[in-house]
């Protein structure tokens, strides 16, 4: 700025030949600077705008210095300057001004600089903008589609008419409830906690292959129809595994809850993206509003995602969040807006099944959920489903072929599968098939054939049956929802040196099963007056499973006094129980589960706690359920010998109950 102002002056003093004086200079400079104002902002603006900073008689004044204060209350912009320099400090007003001059040239140099970088790139983007324009009006006229696209189209049009008959298991499917069957319990149990004006959330309990998804289903469909229920003809059955459900933490992507799509990071809609604006991702608690969510395996579902879903249930809404979102947007589009103020609805019934024990649940959500447990299907479920099932297949079996599968799996799913498989040997055995010929006969031979083929096991491979032993028990257990039979056996011999026997067992069968056996063995030398030391015991789990609990105490006791006294023992006979050391039977867990493997397992009799006699099914018919309270009352319902033993200090301290007529205690 000051070298143009020199610029200026030194032109001047050329044109007139000789040097200035200090008052002139001043004079040309401060008439430089006013020129270099007015063409910045040229003449007219000059005027008006000291006119309005209340500068323009100043401006136009004789005087040097009004002239001057004119000059800086244009320059700084500040109406409120009054005080008329003294001559001396002209210089230095001046100098003031050019600097803020020197800086207002500059900050003008680089807006007009960007302002043409901008305006040539508007000009590209423009271009690139009629470019587009002129595809897409091209595209509209010609179509997206080319010989290539439209050769895959017509290829994916023959896919969808080419389709193969419906699945086997989605054939057999019941489609009524009163086609399910084994499961009366349950279903009435569900149906009251769903048909009703204020449905419940439940969990279903129960073993796989029982019926649990369907007959969730088929509930829903039968509430529909009530007028007392909330549920529309239009309510969603929404199912979803959650063994398989996963989620990212972050909230990223979470289809059981929904997320939020960044238009950064996760890729929202190219229209949302453009204008940097996030868009909601509704989940399927969204999609199930109004009707019921089916959560299978519930149990396998994250435990955070469960705590959120926790959440959800009670809010009834699902709420989304992302520091995109900017409310004030005028790009934002009112669904989006009304997603991220009021979040999307989530008013449903959830519906979790699990195979695990209540106990492996999530307490809370647990705490929420109303219980339904669905029974294991006996081998008359298994027959009659075979049998229904071969019914709607147009099939005839042979005798014995419902009987047979029976033998070799507890799940329906599994059995009609087995049925299927057997049906498509039959087809292939007979040949073709007219609709005048009579039904496929499915043989014994057939399913004997898919056994092989399939490596199949008996689903129960230790069997109740007639006859009696000497030191051979048959126990209880429970994994999961179904019991088994376990064997048990003991051996005894003289020790060699009295007073010096050993006591062994096999450690595979867990510390529990091995604390059973030292309690029971304090327990035979109380009842029977004999010194263990006198006597080698082997006592062993055959098959080694690992024993979860004290419930095989029973059974050690009965297995030790057998082998002791030489008694055979009743093998139609199944106990169950924990003993104490004064020789009373203690109450375990999973009666009905147990009686249910005994039934399985083809026992005449089970032996159960006293204190557990609420907990017998009621349904139990084939098989007599008698409760226990001392070791004492089983002795007479278990040895298949009438010798006696002789009474001990039990008997003192602790009397006999009553016998039956024909019921022998023993004794020596």
Not at 399 to 407: K, L, N, R
Not at 438 to 457: F, H, Y
Not at 619 to 642: C, H, K, Y
Request: net charge negative.
């Amino acid at each position: 700025m000051k070298s143009i102002i020199r610029k200026l002056m030194a032109r001047g003093e050329h044109k007139l030949g000789h040097k200035l004086s200090g008052e002139e200079q001043l004079k040309r400079q401060v008439t430089a600077i006013y020129g270099l104002l007015a063409n910045m902002m040229g003449s007219d603006k000059l005027v008006m705008k000291a006119g309005k900073l209340d500068a323009l008689q100043l401006m136009r004044s004789e005087h040097l210095e009004e002239r001057v204060l004119a000059l800086k209350k244009i320059v700084l912009e500040d109406p409120t300057l009054d005080v008329v320099p003294r001559p001396e400090a002209i210089p230095e007003e001046l100098a003031e001004i050019e600097e803020v001059l020197a800086d207002l040239l500059a900050r003008r140099t680089v807006e007009e600089s960007l302002e043409k970088k901008i305006a040539e790139r508007m000009e590209e983007r423009h271009e690139e903008y009629l470019r587009e324009l002129r595809l897409e009006v091209l595209r509209e006229e010609k179509g997206a589609d080319n010989p290539l696209t439209l050769k895959k189209y017509a290829e994916l049009e023959r896919l969808e008419h080419r389709k193969l008959s419906t699945s086997i298991s989605e054939y057999l499917r019941p489609e009524h409830l009163s086609e399910v069957v084994g499961q009366e319990q349950a279903i009435k149990a569900l149906f009251a906690k769903i048909a009703s004006p204020y449905p419940q959330h439940v969990i279903l309990y129960g073993p796989p292959g029982v019926g649990k998804t369907t007959v969730a289903r088929l509930i829903l469909e039968g509430a529909k129809n009530l007028p007392y229920t909330p549920f529309g003809t239009d309510a969603r059955f929404v199912e979803v595994d959650g063994a398989t459900l996963r989620w990212d933490p972050r909230d990223v992507t979470n289809p059981l809850l929904g997320s939020v799509h960044d238009p950064i990071y996760q890729g929202a809609k190219r229209d949302l993206a453009d204008s940097a604006v996030p868009e909601p991702k509704l989940g399927l608690v969204t999609e199930a509003h109004g009707g019921i969510l089916f959560i299978d395996e519930i149990g396998e579902l994250d435990l955070l995602l469960q705590n959120k879903l926790l959440k959800v249930l009670e809010d009834k809404r699902v709420r989304f969040d992302s520091s995109y979102y900017d409310p004030s947007d005028p790009n934002v589009p009112k669904y989006i807006k009304k997603l991220f103020e009021e979040g999307a609805p989530a008013d449903f019934i959830l519906i979790g099944a699990t195979t695990r024990d209540p106990a492996e649940i999530n307490p809370a959500l647990r705490s929420r959920c109303a219980k339904v447990f669905f029974e294991p299907l006996s081998r008359g479920d298994i027959r009659a489903i075979v049998s229904n099932a071969a019914l709607r297949l147009g099939a005839e079996l042979e005798p014995g072929v419902a009987e047979m599968i029976s033998e070799y799996t507890i799940e329906g799913r599994k059995a009609t599968g087995l049925l299927a498989d057997c049906y498509g040997v039959a087809l292939q055995r007979h040949g073709t098939l007219t609709e005048a010929e009579a039904p496929v006969l499915i043989t014994q031979a057939d399913l004997e054939d898919v056994i092989q083929s399939s490596r199949l096991i008996p689903y129960v491979t230790v069997q109740a049956r007639q006859g009696a032993e000497v030191g051979k028990i048959l126990g209880l257990g429970v994994s999961g929802f179904l019991g088994s039979i376990i064997e048990i056996e003991a051996i005894a011999f003289s020790a060699k040196n009295k007073g010096k026997g050993t006591l062994r067992f096999n450690e595979t069968a867990g510390s529990m099963a091995k604390d059973s056996v030292f309690n029971a063995a304090s327990v035979v030398r109380q009842l029977t007056g004999k010194e263990i030391g006198d006597y080698d015991l082997h006592v062993n789990v055959v098959g080694g499973g690992n024993i979860d609990g004290p419930s095989a105490g029973l059974a050690m006791v009965l297995a030790l006094v057998s082998a002791i006294r030489g008694i055979p023992l009743r093998q139609d006979v199944a106990v169950t129980g924990e003993i104490s050391l004064q020789g009373k039977v203690k109450p375990v867990g999973g009666i009905p589960e147990k009686i249910y493997g005994a039934m399985q397992a083809r026992a005449k009799r089970v032996l159960v706690p006293m204190e557990n006699k609420r907990e017998i099914p009621r349904n139990t018919e084939g098989i007599e359920i008698i409760p226990v309270d001392r070791v004492q009352d089983a002795w007479d319902l278990v040895f298949a010998s009438e010798e006696l033993v002789a009474p001990s200090r039990f008997d003192e301290q602790f009397p006999p109950l009553a016998r039956k007529p024909g019921i022998h205690r023993l004794t020596s």
